[in-house]
């Protein structure tokens, strides 16, 4: 043993030691033990055999394991095995649809596409808002409420929809007295007569795509749109021209 080691050695002897001074005792560095690291509780296949062949070492040569139960073993076992393999194979396989996905979906950067929400974003880009109104049956006349962010009414007006189904809808982004609005965002409220009764109708808009992230397996490719934040691609309704 060489003299540095042992002085080491000696220093952290000394270092486990109580001084009697219950200051020097507190200030003084304390030594760390070293944390086994947690051993994996899954069994592997070499597990596995070396219980079998422990099994096979011990038991009763006049009574031995059944051949059936034997194979009934290393068959649960294979299929577990089997199993285990099979979902690391479908984890790889929603990576790489999410990523081929997510590149597909990068077409759509620049484009505008329909979204299930009433709201959109107005700007000196784009001064404009476009919507589609849904209606189950034709309504002579639909009152539209175009809002701001704090819900305060900023123009109504209204569109005809005597064709019923999906009806287009233009804002010009002009308030009442025909003044452009602050950039923000708007939401269009719809309104019209179903069979006597006046009804709130369903509003989708458009938006402008800015850019394309990878998502999740769950999620799949998200659409960052301009003023609005990530949508699921799954839930984009239509595309339209930019």
């Given amino acids: 043993m060489s003299f540095l080691n042992s002085i ?7 270092s486990t030691q109580s001084t009697g001074n219950p200051f020097l005792d507190s200030v003084r560095l304390q030594t760390k033990e070293a944390v086994p690291e947690a051993k994996k509780q899954e069994l592997t296949q070499e597990d596995f055999f070396a219980l079998l062949s422990q099994q096979l070492s011990m038991q009763d040569p006049f009574k031995p394991v059944e051949n059936d139960q034997m194979i009934a073993q290393m068959a649960s076992f294979s299929t577990v095995d089997g199993i285990a393999n099979l979902n690391d194979h479908i984890v790889n396989l929603n990576t790489v649809m999410t990523s081929s996905q997510a590149l ?7 484009q505008k596409v329909l979204i299930p929400s009433a709201s959109g974003h107005v700007s000196t880009e784009e001064p404009n808002l476009h919507g589609v109104i849904s209606t189950s049956k034709p309504i002579e006349t639909i009152m539209v409420r175009i809002e701001d962010a704090k819900g305060q009414l900023v123009k109504t007006f209204s569109v005809d929809g005597s064709d019923g189904g999906n009806i287009d809808v ?3 982004g002009l308030d009442a007295e025909g003044k452009p609005v602050a ?8 309104s019209g007569r179903i069979d006597g009764k006046a ?3 369903p509003v989708s808009t458009y938006a402008h ?3 394309v992230s990878l ?9 960052n749109l301009r003023g ?3 949508i699921k691609l799954s839930d984009v309704l239509a595309v339209a021209e930019s």
């Avoid at 050695?9 to 000394?14: E, I, P, R, V």
């Avoid at 597909?104 to 620049?110: I, W």
């Avoid at 950039?183 to 719809?190: C, L, N, Q, V």
């Fill in 209 to 211: 795509v800015t850019s």
């Fill in 104 to 110: 597909q979906a990068s077409g759509l950067v620049g």
């Fill in 228 to 230: 609005i934040g990530g």
């Fill in 215 to 223: 998502g999740t397996a769950a999620t799949g490719a998200i659409l």
């Fill in 8 to 14: 080491s050695q000696a220093s952290a002897a000394q």
């Fill in 183 to 190: 950039e923000g965002t708007y939401t269009i409220k719809a």
């Fill in 170 to 172: 233009n804002w010009d």
């Fill in 199 to 201: 009804e709130e109708l």
